[in-house]
């Protein structure tokens, strides 16, 4: 039976040591995706920007202004959505290495 056991608490190391490879390959995905979204949110603030501008001095429609105003607004939804799913990376990759705890400092 020892023997057994042995045999199983090493598949169990190898199955978390696993986990926590893929836990930290989606952590790095999310955080690509975070960076982009970064990068799309300071386009469409300038992008409304110079919508602004145009608008104001009569060479930019109202629907432009409108559209642009609607993407920065889609930038920052796709933003905080990126934010998230980093966070629920982070947190997987806690919860698979057993440290949620101690990184919040909190028990249950």
């Known amino acids: 039976m020892l023997e057994q056991d042995k045999i199983a608490l090493e598949q169990k ?3 978390v040591k696993s986990e ?4 930290w390959a989606e952590i790095e995905s999310t ?4 960076k982009a979204s970064e990068k799309a949110l300071e386009l469409a603030k300038e992008s409304l920007r110079l919508a ?4 104001r001095e009569g060479v ?7 559209n642009a105003q609607t ?8 933003h905080a959505r990126s934010q998230y799913n980093h966070l629920l990376t982070i947190v997987a990759l806690k919860v698979t290495e057993g440290t949620v ?4 400092g909190e028990r249950r």
């Open 52 to 55: 602004e501008v145009g608008f």
């Open 31 to 34: 955080l690509q995706h975070l």
């Open 60 to 66: 930019t429609p109202q629907l432009d202004l409108l």
């Open 101 to 104: 705890i101690e990184w919040t």
């Open 20 to 23: 926590v490879e893929t836990a």
């Open 71 to 78: 993407s920065l607004t889609s930038a920052r939804l796709d």
């Open 13 to 15: 190391e190898l199955d």
